[in-house]
């Protein structure tokens, strides 16, 4: 019994050294969350300030004002601004986890030189900046009538995010045993009914990792939103706020602040509720 107490203390002696010698990470830690935080505060600072608030950035308003929120409810512009980017959120996150985990089965199940080949391909299209291929892109949504439409963007951000969803999956579903698809097999099940009872409930945390990851895109998205929805009834979350910055009476910085701490709070809540499985599959997901 002593040897084991001795044992114990000689091991907490060492854990605690250990956390002594590791104070710079907790620091390092610290001022990374600060400098986080730091465009947080002055944007929920800047919400209750008026236009002719002359406080600095970091100071308090020289006078609260919760107008700047009261005349955008009463407006209902960001309702309806909300309801676009929820449809257009939603619709995306939903087709690239159906398209994305469906391509990457086969892909990560089967090695060969074209499975390679498409992977490649899929890693090549992640490195194109969206914004090059402005120009080609709406001009094909023109062509097949898709601008000034949910699906026209919906099927730009699906295009452009896909890739990505496809590699995570692939990651995921390659850690997972093979020998659950061959017992599976062998106990009568065909290729389908292995990927829908077998291996698509294990894909739970990397569901949620490409939920949060590019639903927050899709929620975000400005550019292509800007060119392909111009009615006003079609704006989104980002595209009202920039409203703010062109009205005739000029910039209300008091008024966008206010919109975009209020288009913060759905994204937030939702990875309040998905933020175990989002670290978890972000950890799963990793390349081996």
């Known amino acids: 019994m002593k040897a084991k107490e001795r044992e114990t203390k000689e091991l907490q002696h060492y854990y605690a050294g250990q956390k002594k010698g590791y104070w710079w990470k907790y620091l390092l830690a610290a001022l990374i969350v600060f400098v986080y935080l730091i465009p947080l505060y002055v944007l ?5 300030k008026g236009i002719s608030d002359a406080s600095s950035a970091l100071g308090l308003p020289e006078v609260f004002l919760v107008e700047n929120y009261t005349d955008i409810l009463k407006d209902g512009s960001i309702f309806r601004a909300f ?13 690239e986890i159906v398209f994305g985990c469906m391509a990457a089965y086969p892909l990560s199940r089967n090695e060969s030189k074209l499975n390679n080949f498409v992977r490649n391909i899929f890693l090549g299209v992640m490195m194109i900046p969206p914004l090059t ?16 439409t949910y699906w026209g963007l919906i099927l730009t951000l699906v295009a452009f995010g896909l890739p990505m969803a496809v590699y995570m999956f692939t990651n995921f579903i390659s850690s997972i045993p093979r020998a659950l698809d061959e017992a599976s097999i062998i106990d009568g099940a065909n290729i389908l009914q292995t990927f829908f ?4 409930p294990q894909l739970k945390p990397i569901v949620a990792t490409v939920t949060i990851l590019h639903g927050v895109s899709a929620w975000n998205e400005y550019a292509y939103s800007m060119y392909i929805l111009q009615k006003p009834e079609l704006l989104t979350v980002t595209l009202t706020i920039k409203k703010f910055f062109s009205s005739s009476s000029g910039n209300n910085y008091g008024g966008a602040a206010a919109a975009a701490v209020l288009a913060i709070l759905p994204i937030t809540i939702i990875y309040l509720f998905l933020q175990d499985a989002f670290v978890q599959g972000q950890v799963d997901s990793a390349v081996k």
């Open 44 to 48: 929920v600072l800047q919400s209750f």
């Open 83 to 95: 309801k676009n980017s929820a449809i257009v959120t939603v619709f995306t996150v939903i087709l």
């Open 133 to 148: 291929i402005l120009v080609g892109v709406y001009t094909f949504l023109v062509g097949i009538k898709a601008s000034n």
């Open 197 to 200: 009872y077998i291996i698509l």
